[in-house]
Structures are given as C-alpha cells and as structure tokens.
C-alpha cells in the first residue's frame, strides 16, 4: 500500500514562473519529511526536509508547507530556473525507522526558458 | 570528500543468475541502505546496515540479501535474478541510523541491473 501520494506526475512551467508539488502520506506516526532531487544518472539528493512541529520552511527558491491536520505537505519553488529540471521526491519517515524512507512516486519538472 | 560510490555501474544478467552490487559509503559514514528505483514502483527500501548489522528490511523477498563489512562497506546480493529485478540499485550512506537530520542520505549513482 502507497503510504505517501505525490502529485503531479509531471510538471512543465515557464522560467521564473513557481512550480508547485503535493504530497498526502496515511502514517500518522511519520515525524520527518524530506525532499530528494534527482537528475539523469544521478542519485537523489537531500533538497529541503521537514518536521511536522513547523507549517512552514523557506530555504532560498524552495519552500516547503506542511498541514499536519490534512496529512500532506508541498515544494514550492519560486522563480523556477531551467536548472531545476529534475525529478523531485517527495519522503517520510520516523525516526525510529533509521535510513528507511518511504517515497512518493515522484515528478518531472521541466522548466523551459 | 568522495562520495557515496557503487560498482558495477552496469550490468546484464539472465534470468537465474545471481548478482553482487558494491557500495563503498562516504568516510566515516556508518549506516548504509539500499533502495531499488524502477519507472513502476519509484524508489523502494530494500534494508539497511549499520555496524554489521541490519537493522531494518523492506517488502522484499529472501532472495534480496546484503550485508556489510567492518570498514562499513556493504554489498548486496540477488539470486535467482527475474525479468522484475531489473532496476537501478541506489546505496546511501549517512553518519549515524538516519543521519545526523533524520532522513539525511547521502545516495551513489546507482547501479543499473538489466535481466534478459
């Protein structure tokens, strides 16, 4: 069973435009949200995390919300760049749980210039 | 500092062979995991190690199975390989179980596992 959704599947925005990605997860026990980036023939890559004790964190163009009430939480990125273009994750977990994260099915953003 | 860094980089197999993936994790760094990516199912934990031990296990079956040395380098064996099992394999290490912000991974490049 998918315990975090990630919408949309994929994204096309303009530069400088913002790009906006969602996530609803199920586990309430879930303590810890981070988002990964990836790019072609690369791992992922820690962008911005969360704790559910925080609405919201701000770090230069991305910006994560978090509504603990609705169980999800989204990646803003404001004045989208072309070097954005990546597949981003959004991922939970607790922190008894160690190294295990559970993903979201992630999304391709495209941001054309 | 190097990086997280995993060989074989690419490999073909035929269904019923068996593979071993390589992971040799950042310095100092003593927790390894491993995930598999696929187009279908995203990313999936697979399990982790920390000092020599596993400690966690995903949803997968017996003959997904690793281990990890006392310089934490760590490896992980398929057997009996299936067309399913074709993947990229991602190892990620962190300092400490969850890194020092939990859900802190520093993840390889992978390796691509193709079965024909």
């Known amino acids: 069973q998918q315990q975090v959704k990630q919408s949309p599947q994929s994204l096309i925005v303009q530069k400088g435009g913002i790009s906006i990605i969602n996530c609803a997860y199920e586990?309430?026990?879930?303590?810890?949200f981070p988002w990964y980036q990836q790019f072609p023939g690369k791992g992922p890559a820690l962008l911005i995390a969360?704790?559910?004790?925080?609405s919201e964190k701000k770090e230069g163009r991305f910006t994560i919300s978090f509504n603990k009430s609705a169980k999800q939480f989204s990646l803003h990125i404001m004045d989208s760049q072309p070097g954005d273009s990546a597949t981003y994750f959004c991922?939970?977990?607790?922190?008894?749980?160690?190294?295990?994260?559970?993903f979201g099915e992630g999304t391709q953003l495209t941001v054309n210039p | 500092k190097a990086g997280v860094t995993q060989t074989p980089r690419y490999l073909i197999k035929t269904r019923g062979q068996q593979v071993t993936l390589s992971c040799s994790p950042i310095?100092?760094?003593?927790?390894v995991s491993w995930y598999q990516q696929t187009p279908g199912q995203g990313l999936q934990f697979l399990f982790e190690?920390?000092?020599?031990?596993?400690?966690n296990k995903g949803n997968f079956p017996g003959r997904f199975s690793g281990r990890q040395f006392s310089n934490s380098r760590s490896e992980m064996n398929v057997s009996t390989l299936e067309l399913g099992d074709s993947a990229l394999y991602l190892c990620?290490?962190?300092?400490?179980?969850?890194?020092?912000?939990?859900?802190?991974?520093?993840f390889g490049e992978g390796s691509r596992l193709t079965v024909l």
């Open positions: 990620a290490s962190s300092p400490a179980r969850g890194g020092l912000i939990p859900g802190e991974l520093f």
């Open positions: 586990n309430t026990a879930f303590d810890y």
């Open positions: 969360i704790r559910p004790d925080v």
């Open positions: 991922a939970a977990s607790k922190e008894t749980s160690g190294s295990r994260l559970t």
């Open positions: 310095s100092g760094h003593r927790s």
């Open positions: 190690y920390f000092s020599e031990t596993q400690r």
